[in-house]
């Protein structure tokens, strides 16, 4: 009998004590929490970790089955946005404030990670410590060195400034960042090939110019995103990145009509659609929500639990022994 090379991965990985699932982290009201929904079962409970600092508003990325970064931070008060790096180590489930800092305080950016390479946190916001100087987006990509956590800044850079974006990884191949908006909402997709980090637009675009938007993969064959809000109401469409050719084209099924949203995927499996704003939708406000996308159909439908608590603007990482 065959046996999937894959599969007895990630039987080890489990045996060892290490469970792949979807993490969401900190958010309006969650705030330091660190939550996790198993791929295996939907199940989704709060984990006895902490962040360091109430949080919110900031990006995750995952090194497969080892662990997944944060970075950001809305703070609520100027200058907003923070440096500060947040490590889970999955092994434990332990988190801890790293003494590598981004390079520039941020808030609203994006993230993707390279398992087994480097983490990208591309975009956000900026307004320098100390200063009544307007928060700008920024066009930035930094990175950190999952080896030894080490950060620096890419030569490449977004193809314009933008914050409000999302992200998701082709892991070996490329990352993608998703709308956003700078002087106004796009539709645009970049692609940063991580051979050498040169960062272009991709051909097709999002089905609507939107800001807030959330991303995940199926790596290897397609991302997901979509979500967030036109300048008007809330969005519920759901696009996909074919990589093969990165054609882009909305699915059939929809999210109820959120922004703010987390999100994140296990290859060949399904991904989470988790918390936000939702608005038009009723009951207006952040919700509880996990919906779940099935890879095998792309059909989407309510996961089998919800987050402890309504929330939004959390970051999100998996933990992905297929990666």
């Given at each position: 009998?065959?046996?999937?090379?894959?599969?007895?991965?990630?039987?080890?990985?489990?045996?060892?004590?290490?469970?792949?699932?979807?993490?969401?982290?900190?958010?309006?009201?969650?705030?330091?929490?660190?939550?996790?929904?198993?791929?295996?079962?939907?199940?989704?409970?709060?984990?006895?970790?902490?962040?360091?600092?109430?949080?919110?508003?900031?990006?995750?990325?995952?090194?497969?089955?080892?662990?997944?970064?944060?970075?950001?931070?809305?703070?609520?008060?100027?200058?907003?946005?923070?440096?500060?790096?947040?490590?889970?180590?999955?092994?434990?489930?332990?988190?801890?404030?790293?003494?590598?800092?981004?390079?520039?305080?941020?808030?609203?950016?994006?993230?993707?990670?390279?398992?087994?390479?480097?983490?990208?946190?591309?975009?956000?916001?900026?307004?320098?410590?100390?200063?009544?100087?307007?928060?700008?987006?920024?066009?930035?990509?930094?990175?950190?060195?999952?080896?030894?956590?080490?950060?620096?800044?890419?030569?490449?850079?977004?193809?314009?400034?933008?914050?409000?974006?999302?992200?998701?990884?082709?892991?070996?191949?490329?990352?993608?960042?998703?709308?956003?908006?700078?002087?106004?909402?796009?539709?645009?997709?970049?692609?940063?090939?991580?051979s050498d980090d040169s960062t272009a637009n991709i051909v097709d675009t999002l089905s609507s110019n939107a800001?807030?938007?959330?991303?995940?993969?199926?790596?290897?064959?397609?991302?997901?995103?979509?979500?967030?809000?036109?300048?008007?109401?809330?969005?519920?469409?759901?696009?996909?990145?074919?990589?093969?050719?990165?054609?882009?084209?909305?699915?059939?099924a929809t999210i109820t009509t959120r922004w703010t949203v987390a999100s994140a995927g296990q290859k060949g499996?399904?991904?989470?659609?988790?918390?936000?704003?939702?608005?038009?939708?009723?009951?207006?406000?952040?919700?509880?929500?996990?919906?779940?996308?099935?890879?095998?159909?792309?059909?989407?439908?309510?996961?089998?639990?919800?987050?402890?608590?309504?929330?939004?603007?959390?970051?999100?990482?998996?933990?992905?022994?297929?990666?």
């Open positions: 009998m065959a046996i999937n090379p894959a599969l007895l991965g990630a039987v080890a990985n489990q045996a060892g004590g290490i469970v792949d699932g979807a993490y969401w982290v900190g958010g309006l009201s969650s705030l330091r929490a660190v939550i996790k929904t198993l791929f295996a079962s939907d199940s989704t409970s709060t984990l006895a970790a902490t962040l360091g600092s109430n949080t919110y508003g900031f990006a995750g990325c995952g090194d497969g089955m080892v662990a997944g970064y944060s970075a950001g931070n809305d703070i609520g008060v100027s200058p907003w946005g923070t440096n500060v790096i947040s490590k889970q180590t999955f092994a434990d489930e332990s988190n801890v404030e790293l003494s590598s800092v981004l390079p520039q305080l941020r808030w609203m950016l994006a993230a993707a990670g390279n398992a087994g390479n480097d983490g990208y946190f591309a975009g956000g916001h900026y307004r320098p410590a100390g200063t009544g100087t307007p928060a700008t987006p920024m066009d930035t990509l930094f990175k950190i060195d999952f080896s030894d956590d080490s950060v620096s800044t890419s030569a490449e850079t977004l193809t314009q400034d933008m914050m409000g974006l999302g992200g998701l990884a082709n892991n070996g191949v490329a990352a993608y960042w998703t709308g956003g908006m700078d002087a106004s909402r796009v539709d645009t997709i970049d692609k940063t090939d991580f800001v807030y938007v959330t991303g995940f993969a199926n790596s290897g064959t397609a991302g997901y995103t979509g979500s967030g809000h036109d300048g008007s109401v809330g969005l519920d469409f759901v696009d996909k990145i074919t990589f093969s050719d990165d054609g882009v084209a909305a699915l059939a499996e399904h991904g989470y659609f988790a918390g936000g704003y939702q608005s038009p939708d009723s009951p207006t406000g952040y919700v509880d929500t996990i919906e779940k996308l099935d890879f095998s159909d792309d059909s989407i439908g309510a996961a089998g639990s919800t987050l402890p608590a309504a929330s939004g603007s959390k970051a999100d990482f998996a933990c992905d022994s297929g990666l």
